[in-house]
């Protein structure tokens, strides 16, 4: 797949993104369904929660506001080449992954990453850890999946050179915590990568406004978020808490998906066009836990507010975008570690 991605960005991502004069109508895109069988796994993650139509994990049941069932799996992996070609390729940035001996993916999802990860770093032990066991049977032999919560005690004893953590905003409520049981864990000299979406969506001309239904969606997102306790707009501190937990050389990277093709530049143009099959494509799973958790919504009230919402996502007069965070950090090597 990456042979498809163009060239990598230029160091002006960040840079405000020009507008098109004009909208051409393309819609979210589909993929196959990956093979998600895990026969070799306990039966009892097996038993996933039903809720308002859709699935989710039974591991600390209730935890994570995402489904984990066939359509949201697809989005996953839909995600997954969204990303790679916000990053023109790249699958990391943190300095010292591509040596790394030890990898841990942290909410590994689909495992999409760390299959990939582990066949282009053959010489490297990769562990994916999540809540769900959708990852596939047939993955290198240098990979291994674990289901686990990783908001509790980590009980690895050998450590990791390098921790890579993707799109998991809204997945934890004590990022602080994350933070430090993955400096712990880490040999000095290791990594940590957090790779997230920031929120609100935002716009650099002024065609985001509040009478927009997209807009009042973010804001429910936002509200119903914190009041369980999962703030989805907590990416925008990951470099803060790398410095506070005592990482070194800690730098911070930012993308921009557009919501859809509105941008002038091809590029950006197109990745906005995986936007649509990401979000657009992913609305009500995105939605719905959230909305009828926190938000106090039926389920028929959210599904009543979803066509609004991707009226506003394929408008091309709006020119929003959802900033990508990439943050890294170093744990101090042998000799400069941390004081306490």
């Known amino acids: 797949?990456?042979?498809?991605?163009?060239?990598?960005?230029?160091?002006?991502?960040?840079?405000?993104?020009?507008?098109?004069?004009?909208?051409?109508?393309?819609?979210?895109?589909?993929?196959?369904?990956?093979?998600?069988?895990?026969?070799?796994?306990?039966?009892?993650?097996?038993?996933?929660?039903?809720?308002?139509?859709?699935?989710?994990?039974?591991?600390?049941?209730?935890?994570?506001?995402?489904?984990?069932?066939?359509?949201?799996?697809?989005?996953?992996d839909i995600q997954n080449h969204h990303l790679l070609l916000t990053f023109g390729?790249?699958?990391h940035f943190a300095p010292g992954a591509d040596t790394?001996?030890?990898?841990?993916?942290?909410?590994?999802?689909?495992?999409?990453?760390?299959?990939?990860?582990?066949?282009?770093?053959?010489?490297?032990?990769?562990?994916?850890?999540?809540?769900?066991?959708?990852?596939?049977?047939?993955?290198?032999?240098?990979?291994?999946?674990?289901?686990?919560?990783v908001e509790k005690e980590w009980t690895w004893s050998k450590k990791f050179d390098y921790i890579f953590s993707r799109m998991m905003v809204g997945s934890f409520?004590?990022?602080?915590?994350?933070?430090?049981?993955?400096?712990?864990?880490?040999?000095?000299?290791?990594?940590?990568?957090?790779?997230d979406i920031g929120f609100p969506l935002q716009s650099d001309d002024g065609t985001l406004n509040d009478d927009q239904a997209i807009v009042q969606w973010i804001n429910r997102i936002i509200e119903a978020s914190r009041k369980m306790g999962r703030d989805v707009t907590d990416a925008a501190h990951h470099d803060r808490r790398l410095t506070e937990a005592g990482f070194v050389n800690v730098e911070r990277r930012l993308f921009k998906w557009p919501t859809n093709t509105w941008p002038r530049l091809k590029k950006h143009k197109e990745v906005g066009r995986w936007t649509l099959a990401n979000v657009d494509g992913g609305l009500e799973g995105l939605s719905m836990a959230l909305m009828t958790r926190g938000g106090g919504m039926t389920r028929e009230e959210v599904l009543a507010s979803l066509p609004d919402v991707r009226r506003d996502l394929r408008d091309p007069r709006i020119h929003g975008y959802w900033p990508i965070i990439v943050v890294y950090g170093q744990k101090p090597k042998e000799g400069a570690q941390k004081t306490e």
């Open 1 to 76: 797949m990456a042979s498809s991605i163009p060239h990598a960005p230029s160091p002006a991502d960040d840079e405000p993104l020009a507008a098109d004069d004009f909208s051409d109508a393309d819609s979210a895109l589909g993929v196959n369904p990956e093979d998600i069988s895990t026969a070799s796994l306990r039966s009892s993650i097996y038993n996933y929660h039903q809720e308002n139509g859709r699935q989710y994990h039974a591991l600390s049941q209730g935890k994570y506001v995402w489904p984990n069932d066939e359509e949201e799996n697809n989005r996953l």
């Open 89 to 91: 390729g790249r699958r």
């Open 100 to 149: 790394a001996k030890r990898v841990l993916d942290v909410g590994t999802g689909t495992g999409i990453w760390a299959i990939e990860f582990a066949d282009e770093h053959p010489n490297a032990e990769v562990v994916g850890v999540d809540l769900s066991p959708i990852q596939p049977s047939f993955i290198p032999p240098n990979c291994e999946f674990e289901i686990d919560d």
């Open 173 to 195: 409520a004590d990022w602080a915590k994350f933070t430090k049981q993955a400096y712990d864990r880490l040999e000095p000299g290791g990594w940590l990568e957090l790779i």
